[in-house]
């Protein structure tokens, strides 16, 4: 027969459990995503394209608010020229339809 304490104490437990195990479980999350970035070294980022390869026409590439801003990319960490260009670079899909 159960006793309704050990009920309660179980059912911490397995909360404690679960809230710890998310919690470490998100803090890995971060630490992979940071590992997957490189520096800009890393990258071999310029500022300048590269022939017809440039940021903007870049898979990677997270635009800025406006079309001349920096903006982000998905591999390289920091602010990115949409003009720059670097060793990772991958050709941007057509949108279906255009």
Do not use: N
Request: hydrophobic content about 35%; aromatic content about 6%.
């Amino acid at each position: 027969m159960v006793r309704r304490r050990d009920v309660f104490v179980s059912r911490r437990r397995i909360l404690s459990a679960f809230l710890f195990g998310t919690i470490a479980l998100r803090m890995s999350d971060r630490t992979a995503t940071a590992a997957a970035t490189l520096t800009k070294e890393m990258a071999g980022y310029k500022t300048q394209p590269s022939g017809r390869k440039s940021c903007a026409d870049c898979s990677h590439f997270i635009p800025g608010g406006k079309p001349e801003e920096d903006g982000r990319c998905a591999v390289v960490e920091g602010a990115i020229s949409p003009h720059g260009s670097c060793t990772v670079w991958s050709p941007r899909k057509p949108v279906e339809g255009c």
